[in-house]
Structures are given as C-alpha cells and as structure tokens.
C-alpha cells in the first residue's frame, strides 16, 4: 500500500465534533452556555443557591447579634459547598464518560 498525502487543511470547514450542530458564525454567549450548563448538571446551580442563602442568611443572623443561629448557618454553608464540590465532581465523571462512548 502506498502512502497518500493527507487531505489539503482548509479552515473554512473545521472538523466535526459529535453533537455540534454548525451555524454560521455560532458563538455561545453567557446566558445560554449557564442554561445548557444547568441543564447538563441541575446540582450544581441548586448547590450554589443554597450556598449563598445559607451565607447571606449567616451574616444577616450574625449582624443581629444571634450567635447560635449564625453558627448554625456558617455550618449548614459548609455542608452545601461540600454538596456543590461533589455534583461537580459527579458531572465531571458523567462527561468523561460520555466522551468515552
């Protein structure tokens, strides 16, 4: 078998990439990369929520003088960073998995 030189590169058509619908000039901006995002891993987003809510909720508790309640909210921030951490972790996986496929 003899040797045939590659196909010519032209960057006017990149290659295919599975799951890629082309557009002409297709350029993903910040709201629907979040969406596609939340979609793809729905825990993230809610682990972030509660992160937030649990610290907003700690400082307002803590700037009143309730220091138990304030204690209560800094752990219960912990917790959901922790959650938020391991459903990264999980669509992490799940992606590389699919790559695989």
């Not at 937030?52 to 960073?81: D, E, H, P, W």
């Amino acid at each position: 078998m003899a040797q045939s030189s590659p196909p010519p590169f032209d960057p006017s058509s990149p290659p295919l990439i599975e799951g890629f619908v082309p557009t002409p000039l297709h350029r993903e901006g910040f709201r629907d990369k979040f969406l596609r995002k939340s979609r793809e891993n729905p825990l993230v987003p809610i682990g972030c929520l509660s992160t937030a809510g649990a610290l907003t909720y700690g400082l307002i508790c803590f700037q009143k003088g309730n220091t138990r309640q304030s204690q209560l909210m800094m752990r219960a921030r912990v917790l959901a960073q922790g959650f938020t951490i391991a459903a990264i972790m999980v669509g992490v996986v799940a992606t590389a998995m699919k790559a695989q496929k």
